[in-house]
C-alpha cells in the first residue's frame, strides 16, 4: 500500500496552483514541485531580468523544500530544469553544479519551454530518495 504525506514549508514560496510543495510516497520519495524564483519574505517574483539571481532563488526554495522532507541534495536522483531560453543554459548549469557533487550528481532534464509562470526565467523540480 502506498502512503503519500504532503511536504509543507514557510521557507519556500506556497503552490500558486493545484499543487503541493512536495509529496513523499511509500516514505522513501519525494516529489519537489517545480520551483521559481519566488522570495518568502516579500511573496514576489524576484531578479526578474537575471537569471543567475533566479537561479539561486530557486535552488534555495528547492532546498528548503527538501530540508523539510528530510533530505538534502545529495538525496535529489532526477532533476527537470525548464528554461526560458536556451542561451541561459551554461549561466545556470554553472549555479545549479554548485549544490552537486559532480560524482553523483542526479539525472537531469533540461528544456527551453514557450513561457513559465509569472513569466520567471527558470524553473526546477525535483525527485529526492530517502
Given at each position: 500500500m502506498?502512503?503519500?504525506k504532503i511536504i509543507k514549508t514557510d521557507k519556500a514560496p506556497e503552490p500558486v496552483g493545484p499543487y503541493n510543495?512536495?509529496?513523499?510516497?511509500?516514505?522513501?520519495?519525494?516529489?519537489?514541485?517545480g520551483q521559481i524564483a519566488?522570495?518568502?519574505?516579500?511573496?514576489?517574483i524576484v531578479?526578474?531580468?537575471?537569471?543567475?539571481?533566479?537561479?539561486?532563488?530557486?535552488?534555495?526554495?528547492?532546498e528548503a523544500i527538501l530540508t523539510a522532507a528530510g533530505a538534502t541534495w545529495s538525496?535529489?536522483?532526477k532533476t527537470t530544469v525548464f528554461l526560458k531560453d536556451m542561451n541561459d543554459f551554461a549561466t545556470v548549469n554553472t549555479i545549479y553544479a554548485k549544490y552537486f557533487n559532480p560524482e553523483n550528481a542526479p539525472a537531469r532534464a533540461c528544456v527551453e519551454v514557450a513561457r513559465?509562470?509569472?513569466d520567471v526565467l527558470v524553473e526546477i523540480d525535483c525527485i529526492a530518495v530517502l
Open positions: 502506498t502512503t503519500r510543495q512536495a509529496i513523499a510516497a511509500t516514505g522513501q520519495m519525494i516529489f519537489v514541485s519566488i522570495d518568502t519574505k516579500i511573496n514576489q531578479y526578474t531580468d537575471d537569471v543567475s539571481k533566479q537561479t539561486e532563488q530557486v535552488m534555495a526554495n528547492l538525496n535529489v536522483v513559465l509562470p509569472k
